[in-house]
């Protein structure tokens, strides 16, 4: 996992609760040691650990936490890939190219990253279909985000998220509508 995805996790923690709950976190993951920052590529399983503990703590699900955590990351990311955007661009559009622009950048700059594959077919001007393919199964990060662009361009109330499969899986199809 990009270290920029850690970090950004812990100001997550911190700010959606406090400090110690994130000590608590990487000691209850056997990461107290660690220090991540944002140019580097850590284990996937640090990520699990860190949700899974947190889901203990909170009573939420992985699936709930990673959820609210992509819907905290919209603002970051479009900031992150700001001269990759389009004005024009709207919750739909940059579904539609978060994979040829967003994802294929991060490969580009570090080939250790592996962003899900988003396949994404628009079925119409207001409707399309995501296929998340990724091993790490973290597909709620994706719903999370959908959510967050769909309130970043103030369309929250008019944006329909269903994943259409389990949402654990390697493979997740994501329905999204505007209505």
Known sequence: MHGTILTLLKRYVQTQYDHSTWIKLMELSGLEKVEFDHKTVYPDEHVYALIG?????TG???????????EYLVPDLMYMYQKLLRPEWKTLDMLEHTELTMHKKV????????PPVLDVRRLGPDELVIDYVSPRRMSGLA???VRGLAAY???AERI????TTADNGERVRIHVRRT
């Open 143 to 145: 719903v999370g985000i």
């Open 53 to 57: 503990h947190a889901a203990e703590m």
């Open 60 to 70: 939420l699900s992985a699936g709930e936490l990673h959820e609210k955590f992509g």
């Open 107 to 114: 490969r580009q700059e570090h080939a250790e990253n592996a």
């Open 153 to 155: 361009y103030d369309e």
């Open 160 to 163: 329909d998220v269903l994943p």
